[in-house]
């Protein structure tokens, strides 16, 4: 059991690293195929296992050369039902893949004697992040994630994270679930490149809209799977920005059609990459997570924490 007290990223002045690009650089950048985009597979050999630690292992690594915090997350953003059963998991067999991914990187964290190493279970949306085909209602999306939340609740997790999130009343399902569950939640949601979530809404009205319908539960609110590029021009000095406390971006500028469509991985430029984070960190300094999506790997962390 582990038994050190830790604060989270918006209890303390501390910077994080944050890195959530593991799938897409296992893809095109080791060949190792992920069908549908789940990396939690990797965890039933021990090769897989291996791969998924020794990227964690190396991620902290790199946060510690820096004095920077760690958040890492679990590799289960698609091990939800809907998107587990077109890869033959029943509901028991999710229960236990869920909770191993949680054990793996409590494994990973215990090699380091740390603080600032902070263990999130991660969690997606139901459907097509960029272009969700249905949307739930709130209520619905409550009771959609609520099986997949309840698997984290005994588990060594110090908060969960909802990555990738489209509209509203799925980020507001997902925010009454943990609650329901005493959890500690993040919600991150993704923009076009105009800034504006998928499904139209401004950040500003999105994050609004869960604080209302939630009495203001989620821990803090962040961006994610977006190039800087997509969301700098709407950060701005704001109540709302309050609540904003991490970005999370991807390599490429290209659209989220563009890259559903990629045959080839865009890494970008990782020196500008980093370079353009740690500029919304100097004039944000609320937000104190800065990481890497799709496209991104550890040249792209790197840069990051050279920048910082």
Not at 41 to 68: C, M, T
């Amino acid at each position: 059991m582990d038994m050190i007290k830790r604060k989270l990223p918006h209890q303390t002045d501390n910077v994080f690293l944050a890195y959530v690009g593991m799938e897409t650089d296992i893809i095109f950048n080791k060949g190792i195929d992920l069908p549908g985009f789940a990396a939690y597979p990797l965890l039933e050999n021990q090769e897989g296992r291996e791969i998924i630690k020794n990227y964690h292992r190396d991620f902290i690594k790199l946060a510690q050369s820096k004095n920077l915090g760690a958040i890492l997350e679990t590799p289960t953003w698609v091990a939800n039902r809907s998107r587990a059963e077109s890869l033959g998991y029943t509901p028991d067999q999710l229960r236990l893949i869920n909770a191993d991914a949680v054990q793996v990187l409590s494994e990973v964290r215990a090699e380091f004697e740390s603080s600032t190493i902070i263990l999130s279970a991660n969690l997606g949306p139901r459907d097509d992040a960029y272009a969700p085909s249905e949307q739930m209602s709130a209520d619905e999306a409550k009771t959609y994630h609520m099986e997949q939340l309840a698997i984290f609740v005994d588990g060594e997790v110090d908060l969960v994270s909802g990555y990738t999130i489209a509209y509203t009343a799925e980020a507001t399902g997902m925010v009454l679930a943990a609650k329901a569950l005493d959890l500690p939640i993040i919600i991150s949601f993704t923009v076009e490149t105009d800034g504006r979530l998928p499904k139209s809404a401004t950040l500003e009205e999105a994050i609004s809209e869960v604080d209302e319908a939630t009495d203001g539960y989620a821990d803090y609110f962040m961006i994610n799977c977006a190039h800087p590029d997509h969301f700098t021009s709407i950060l701005k000095s704001a109540p709302w920005m309050s609540r904003i406390k991490g970005v999370v971006a991807n390599a490429s500028r290209c659209s989220h059609a563009e890259l559903d469509n990629a045959e080839e991985l865009d890494a970008g430029d990782p020196v500008e990459f980093g370079q353009q984070l740690t500029e919304i960190r100097r004039n944000f300094p609320q937000i104190n997570i800065l990481g890497g999506c799709c496209g991104t790997d550890m040249r792209h962390m790197q840069s990051i924490a050279d920048n910082l």
